[in-house]
Every structure is written in structure tokens, then in C-alpha cells.
């Protein structure tokens, strides 16, 4: 069972920086893949960066955000990160971490969420 809390939501001026935090509970962080998702009101949730367990060699990104954002994480402090940079009107949503076996695209193939945190962009 892996507890997944997210923070460093906010409100932020377009052009602007945010750096969101998952902070993982359980001794196993380190063997799961974590995802960043994002969910915009009324519409669906979206991928939005995905990194490879242990020393998260590999990663991926919505070409939404390729360039912008980088997602990140500390295995010793069982914390993924996502630095957003650019930030754009269009980036405003709810973030969600996941962890899930492998570092895939799709929300299915992730097994633990975090409650999500706000991102607000104002133009």
C-alpha cells in the first residue's frame, strides 16, 4: 500500500514557476514508476509526465509540456517532483501523482493516487 500526498498548488501569473511535491509514505517508493496527471474542469484527466522507478533513468512528457515542465524524484526523501516553468493559462488544473508498475501514459496502469493539488494560471 503506497499513500501518496501532493502539494505546492497555487495560483501563479502566466510565465510564471511552480514546483509540485508528492510526498510517498511505505519503504518501497523507490521500486514503483510515478506519473503526474492532470485533470482541467470538465474535462478528462490527462497525462502529464511519467519517470522509471529507482534511480529514474527514463522519462516521458505530454508534448504539452515537453520544454516546460520536468518531473523529478528523490528516492532517499520518497518525494517525486514536477517543476513547471512557462506556465501558460491552458496548464490550469487539478495535479495528481500516481505510482504504478511501470512509466506508462495511460491513468489505468497506475495503482496509487494522491488526493490532487490546484494549479492556477491567470492570464
Known amino acids: 500500500q503506497v499513500q501518496l500526498v501532493e502539494s505546492g498548488g497555487g495560483l501563479v501569473q502566466a510565465g510564471g514557476s511552480l514546483r509540485l511535491s508528492c510526498a510517498a509514505s511505505g519503504r518501497t517508493f523507490s521500486s514503483y514508476a510515478m506519473g503526474w496527471f492532470r485533470q482541467a474542469p470538465g474535462k478528462e484527466r490527462e497525462f502529464v509526465a511519467t519517470i522509471s522507478s529507482s534511480r529514474g533513468g527514463n522519462t516521458a512528457y505530454a508534448d504539452s509540456v515537453k520544454g516546460r515542465f520536468t518531473i523529478s524524484r528523490d528516492n532517499a526523501k520518497s518525494t517525486v517532483y514536477l517543476q513547471m516553468n512557462s506556465l501558460k493559462p491552458e496548464d490550469t488544473a ?6 504504478g508498475v511501470a512509466p506508462r501514459s495511460r491513468a489505468y496502469t497506475y495503482d496509487y493516487w494522491g488526493q490532487g493539488t490546484q494549479v492556477t494560471v491567470s492570464s
Open 94 to 99: 487539478a495535479y495528481y501523482c500516481a505510482a
